[in-house]
């Protein structure tokens, strides 16, 4: 991959990686107007507003974040599977969109629900919504920071596969 | 016979970033093992929609 080509993913994946924080804290935002709205008057237009912030913003930020990331580390000298820090930027991205599909299913429950009644009876759900959007949104800023600290340490696949590369310079 | 470094020891920002995902992991597993009270469990299966498609709103 040429030196341009490689800047301009980079670039697509600090963006796309920048944004899916940025739609996770819209997230945050509408849950909790919706959590802590007495009169339940903004949960007829937080939970379907969250809703479509959570289907047609964070999760294809996220897949397509996980996707520039991964060509990034295979088609760099990082790679995937040498460096704790493109490992575990990789291990936390999977994490971060399992979760978001499994709460999928309860962010649907809650905007249905806000066609019902005021307020709508979600139990502990409104919390447990932001409670995980505040988890990944700590999760995402932890990626974020480690991709501009790249915290040292081979793993063990890398430390053999730079044996490697030193025996073949020295061939 | 060139002389090989060992392999250097695990840094221990990962030993400490490992331990508290798997605490977390285990915490969350914990909390939604609770049976009949986790988060989307409060509805049958397509009742909310089923109440506003027959003029709930």
Do not use: C
């Not at chain 1, 971060?96 to 299913?105: D, I, R, Y």
């Not at chain 1, 709508?120 to 974020?144: D, K, R």
């Amino acid at each position: 991959m040429g030196p341009h080509l490689r800047r301009l993913l980079l670039t697509l994946h600090v963006g796309l990686s920048v944004a899916s924080i940025g739609a996770v804290a819209a997230f945050l935002a509408l849950t909790s107007a919706a959590l802590f709205d007495a009169e339940g008057f903004a949960v007829r237009g937080a939970y379907p507003g969250a809703a479509i912030v959570a289907w047609w913003v964070i999760l294809p930020l996220v897949v397509a974040a996980l996707v520039t990331g991964t060509i990034q580390a295979l088609a760099t000298q990082w790679g995937l599977f040498r460096h704790y820090w493109v490992l575990a930027k990789l291990v936390l991205t999977a994490l971060t969109l399992a979760v978001l599909l499994l709460q999928l299913g309860g962010i649907e429950t809650a905007r249905n629900a806000s066609f019902i009644g005021e307020p709508p009876p979600l139990g502990n759900l409104p919390m447990s919504l932001i409670l995980h959007a505040s988890g990944g949104l700590a999760v995402l800023s932890i990626v974020t920071a480690l991709s501009i600290f790249k915290p040292r340490g081979l793993t063990r696949y890398g430390w053999r596969k730079q044996n490697q590369q030193v025996d073949r310079r020295h061939r | 016979m060139k002389d090989r470094s060992s392999f250097p020891e695990t840094p221990r920002w990962v030993i400490l970033g490992g331990v508290a995902l798997a605490l977390l992991v285990g915490a969350a597993a914990l909390a939604t093992s609770g049976g009949g009270h986790g988060p989307g469990r409060h509805f049958q299966s397509g009742s909310s929609e089923a109440s506003f498609k027959d003029g709930g709103s």
